[in-house]
């Protein structure tokens, strides 16, 4: 398995920025994809963005037009620049990589909490 470590997760005020880090122990050679998940309490983890290693990008409908994500192959990593948060945005977010021959690795969370 892959380790990821995340990072950049943390308190802010509604209608703030943060800004979410996760960095893979290995590189990851083939067809992957990097991404980000949450999961508020109470309710089943669910989809933020992914972004694939052939350039394909994917959002939730709910973080359209205020979230984006990014990867630096060179450095293993994948970020989640998340603007105008909402209370609603309020989880753990999880780092997650899907790569071909390997199966899914998970970082361990990061608490992002928006208050109102």
């Known amino acids: 398995q892959v380790q990821l470590v995340e990072s950049g997760g943390g308190l802010v005020q509604a209608g703030g920025s943060l800004r979410l880090s996760c960095a893979a122990s290995?590189?990851?050679?083939?067809?992957?994809?990097m991404g980000w998940y949450r999961q508020a309490p109470g309710k089943q983890r669910e989809l933020v963005a992914t972004?694939?290693?052939?350039?394909?990008?994917n959002y939730a409908d709910s973080v359209k037009g205020r979230f984006a994500i990014s990867r630096d192959n060179a450095k293993n990593a994948v970020y989640l620049q998340m603007n105008s948060l909402k209370p609603e945005d309020t989880g753990v977010y999880y780092c997650?990589?899907?790569?071909?021959?390997?199966?899914?690795?998970w970082g361990q969370g990061t608490q992002v909490t928006v208050s109102s």
């Open positions: 997650n990589i899907w790569a071909l021959g390997r199966g899914d690795s």
């Open positions: 290995v590189r990851i050679f083939g067809l992957n994809t």
């Open positions: 972004a694939s290693s052939d350039g394909d990008i």
